[in-house]
């Protein structure tokens, strides 16, 4: 057995360790230092959970390795909107709200580990996103006085076009994902510079990474996040 592999079927242990033990006590433990590898482009490996609040303002945060031109990080569709909430990637990164993309011009595929973090706001649909702590661009007027529906689909690694399922292999991630968060209000940004210092640094108050582990479908590959600052 490889050096790899051992190290991947110990970091599985020790999740479902957590996983199990949570369960058995009644609490949420939650799990170690961990990144999922999605290592082939198709439809059955991804991350979904249910139930999202209804959301006037937000920062999504998450650190992702890739070398393709065309993935999906982060999809969350309502029965208001399939892309009440995007962020994927099409030669350059795009994010779409109720529907609405703008090119933010963001190229993320040189195989290296990238926080990415993106808040906006519906008072002036302000729109931000940083690169590894530093803001790539922004703009305002995105899908102004619009609000992200409750209760719908948060998919990681697949776009969804329509609630919950319709993904399509080419708009799917091949590589790795970790630490993804979402809050309910806009991160300043010395917050989002502090937090890329270090793979590991923060927790959302809608959605944590710890959450994550268990709306893991198909197999992904869990795995300690190779070149990630602060990962074990």
């Known amino acids: 057995m490889t ?7 110990q970091v599985m242990f020790v999740v479902i360790a957590s996983i199990c033990f949570g369960l058995l006590s009644g609490a949420a433990s939650s799990p170690p230092d ?6 082939n482009k198709g439809v059955t490996d991804y991350v979904q959970i249910w139930g999202m609040r209804s959301l006037t303002q937000f920062t999504v945060c998450f650190w992702v390795k890739t070398t393709g031109p065309k993935w999906t990080a982060f999809s969350y569709a309502s ?6 909430l995007l962020i994927d990637c099409a030669n350059s990164v795009y ?16 195989g290296q580990f990238h926080q990415i973090c993106v808040t906006w706001r519906n008072s002036d ?5 940083y690169k590894d702590g530093d803001l790539a661009k922004s703009g305002t007027d995105l899908n102004k006085g619009y609000s992200v529906h409750a209760a719908g689909s948060l998919t990681l690694a697949q776009e969804q076009d ?3 399922d319709a993904f399509d292999a080419k708009q799917s991630l091949q590589g790795m994902l970790t630490n993804v968060n979402v809050w309910s209000y806009t ?10 210092r270090c793979c590991l640094a923060g927790k959302g108050d809608v959605y944590e990474w710890a959450n994550f582990i268990y709306g893991i479908k198909g197999n992904p590959h869990v795995v300690t996040p190779p070149g990630c600052p602060c990962s074990l």
């Open 125 to 129: 649909g302000q729109w931000k996103i």
């Open 162 to 164: 329509s609630l919950g």
């Open 187 to 196: 991160l300043p940004a010395s917050t989002i510079e502090e937090m890329s």
């Open 34 to 39: 961990y990144a999922l590898e999605f290592p």
């Open 79 to 84: 029965t208001a909107a399939e892309n009440d």
């Open 3 to 9: 050096k790899d592999k051992i190290e991947e079927n």
């Open 95 to 110: 994010l779409s709200i109720g529907n609405h993309a703008v090119n933010t011009g963001l190229v993320i595929n040189d």
